[in-house]
């Protein structure tokens, strides 16, 4: 797959999650999708805890720092398939 071809499938996957309702998916697979999207779009995170921390962003934090070592095609490519699993379902 050309690198073209995988922005256009994860731009695609991105529309469908956007249209998705947070209460139709379980949590755990939210912050998956968020720690793929955030490293498939900024690269690894940065661990920067604010005065505004509080717990809802420690575990998208944490998500994130966890599959950090992904690259960016790594990561549009795990993003791909929750959406399309989700999809199949």
Do not use: C
């Not at 968020?34 to 900024?42: L, N, R």
């Amino acid at each position: 797959m050309t690198e073209k071809e995988l922005d256009t499938q994860f731009q695609e996957a991105f529309e469908i999650a956007s249209n998705m309702t947070q209460a139709s998916l379980p949590q755990d697979v939210q912050l998956r999708l968020y720690a793929f999207y955030k490293q498939a779009t900024f690269g690894s995170a940065n661990y920067n805890q604010s005065e505004h921390f509080d717990l809802r962003n420690a575990f998208k934090t944490n998500a994130w720092i966890q599959i950090s070592h992904l690259s960016v095609k790594e990561s549009k490519e795990k993003y791909i398939e929750i959406i399309n699993s989700l999809l199949e379902k």
